[in-house]
C-alpha cells in the first residue's frame, strides 16, 4: 500500500505516490479515494510544493490523467 500524506486543501483530504507504477493517489474529503495512471513523478512533487493543491490538481491532474475510483 502507498503511503498517504495529508495535505491542506478544502476538498482534498491525502495524497500518495506510487513511484514505480506512477500512480498517483488522492483521497478527497468526502473518503473517496481514486487513482491516477501514469502521472511523472514531477507532477507530484509539484502539487505537494503549490500554494494551493486542489487549484493544482484541478488544473494538472483531473482532466490530464485516466482516474479510477479505489
Known amino acids: 500500500m502507498v503511503t498517504m500524506q ?3 486543501s478544502s476538498n ?3 495524497v500518495g505516490y506510487d513511484e ?11 473518503g ?5 495512471d501514469l502521472v511523472p513523478i ?3 512533487k509539484e502539487m505537494l510544493s503549490a500554494e494551493s493543491v486542489g487549484k493544482y490538481f484541478h488544473k494538472n ?5 485516466e482516474f479510477h475510483k479505489v
Open 12 to 14: 482534498i483530504l491525502e
Open 20 to 30: 514505480d507504477a506512477e500512480v498517483l493517489y488522492i483521497t478527497f474529503k468526502s
Open 61 to 65: 491532474v483531473r482532466a490530464q490523467y
Open 42 to 44: 514531477h507532477v507530484y
Open 6 to 8: 495529508a495535505v491542506e
Open 32 to 36: 473517496d479515494t481514486y487513482t491516477y
